[in-house]
Nanobody, 114 residues
Framework: QVQLVESGGGLVQPGGSLRLSCAGSGIIFSDYVMGWYRQGPGQQRDLVATVSSTGRTVYTDSVKGRFTISRDNAKNAVYLQMNSLKPDDTAVYYC????????WGQGTQVTVSS
């Protein structure tokens, strides 16, 4: 079975940093577009960043320059480095793998608050 497991979320002060990790199994990561999405309370799930199988990245405008997505196919892992965090970044962050089908992790909570 395909499994994606996120980790690294937590409580951080504004201006702080967190690094989220997503560990996968059951798929060959190099075949998939990997992404991070987030969903705040009462909100839709929105794109944060994606990284293609060839390393091409796309970021939503609100996080560009602050967040960095990366992947390590040898480790079946994708990461999201989040710097200069703002309260508006507070959300549940989800890992996604997509090819012919899409798979989602369970999500990890990120709370930015003083």
């Amino acid at each position: 079975q395909v499994q994606l497991v996120e980790s690294g979320g937590g409580l951080v002060q504004p201006g702080g940093s967190l690094r989220l990790s997503c560990a996968g199994s059951g798929i060959i990561f190099s075949d998939y577009v990997m992404g991070w999405y987030r969903q705040g309370p009462g909100q839709q799930r929105d794109l944060v960043a994606t990284v293609s199988s060839t390393g091409r990245t796309v970021y939503t405008d609100s996080v560009k320059g602050r967040f960095t997505i990366s992947r390590d196919n040898a480790k079946n892992a994708v990461y999201l480095q989040m710097n200069s965090l703002k309260p508006d970044d507070t959300a549940v962050y989800y890992c996604r793998a997509a090819r012919f089908l899409e798979y989602w992790g369970q999500g990890t909570q990120v709370t930015v608050s003083s």
